[in-house]
């Protein structure tokens, strides 16, 4: 059984260039999360997709974040025009029901993405 | 303010001994509570839930304990291997649908 799978492990870009960063989750989870980690700091939620219903998309810390998932696969995080502030390791985890938070969280081992 | 703190300093154990780890947190009402570990380079892994009708978990050598009237939580790794060096992260739910982390503590087990 894989696990969470992301792509691509590391990203060096432009400052003002835009990344997609890939999330393939484990087959049959349900929920989906995004986070975002800084150096030395904790995970930072970003967004979270629940089967069909509409993604709380609360924690994308600006206009320039966007999330897509198809259905209950794959899930894509775009960062447009990004900025050295959005230097950090990505980190993406599924589970069987994201509704109550009885589940545990399953990581990918993230995208490390750095922004000269 | 919500607020999830663990020590920032490195627990620095012998092989053997039983490491103890603090989370503490401020403005949450949690329903459940969870530990994940940290290894560098690699996203965290689950290890223990507790609920908040639950005073102690154990799985193994982790125990981990949650008092809601003091909002803390404890993590233990009895008889602690060099295996067991990494950042251990405490994690609260709230609202329907989150989790909240902290910023993890680092366990050193010495040969």
């Known amino acids: 059984g894989a696990g969470v799978s992301q792509s691509p492990s590391n990203k060096v870009t432009e400052k003002g260039k835009d990344v997609e960063l890939r999330c393939d989750p484990i087959?049959?989870?349900?929920?989906l999360y995004w986070y975002r980690q800084r150096l030395g700091q904790g995970l930072e939620f970003l967004i979270y997709?629940?089967?069909?219903?509409?993604?709380?998309k609360s924690g994308l810390p600006s206009d320039r974040f966007s999330a897509e998932r198809t259905g209950e696969s794959v899930s894509t995080l775009t960062i447009q025009r990004t900025q050295q502030e959005d230097s950090a390791v990505y980190l993406c985890?599924?589970?069987?029901?994201?509704?109550?938070?009885?589940?545990?969280?399953?990581f990918g081992d993230g995208t490390r993405l750095s922004i000269l | 303010s919500q607020k999830i703190e663990q020590n920032s300093e490195a627990l620095n154990i012998q092989e053997g001994k039983t490491a103890t780890l603090t989370c503490n947190y401020t403005?949450?009402?949690?329903?459940?509570l969870q530990w994940y570990r940290q290894d560098p380079g690699r996203g965290p892994v689950f290890l223990l839930l507790?609920?908040?009708?639950?005073k102690e978990k154990r799985k193994e050598r982790l125990k981990v304990t949650f008092d809601t009237t003091l909002k803390q939580s404890l993590f233990h790794i009895t008889a602690s291997q060099p295996a067991d060096s990494a950042t251990y992260l405490c994690?609260?739910?709230?609202?329907?649908?989150?989790?909240?982390f902290g910023k993890g503590n680092q366990v050193v087990v010495i040969p």
């Open positions: 507790i609920r908040e009708n639950e």
């Open positions: 985890a599924s589970s069987l029901s994201g509704t109550g938070l009885n589940q545990p969280q399953h």
């Open positions: 403005n949450y009402s949690p329903a459940y």
């Open positions: 997709f629940q089967g069909n219903s509409a993604p709380d």
């Open positions: 994690a609260l739910t709230y609202g329907n649908n989150r989790l909240a």
């Open positions: 087959s049959g989870h349900t929920a």
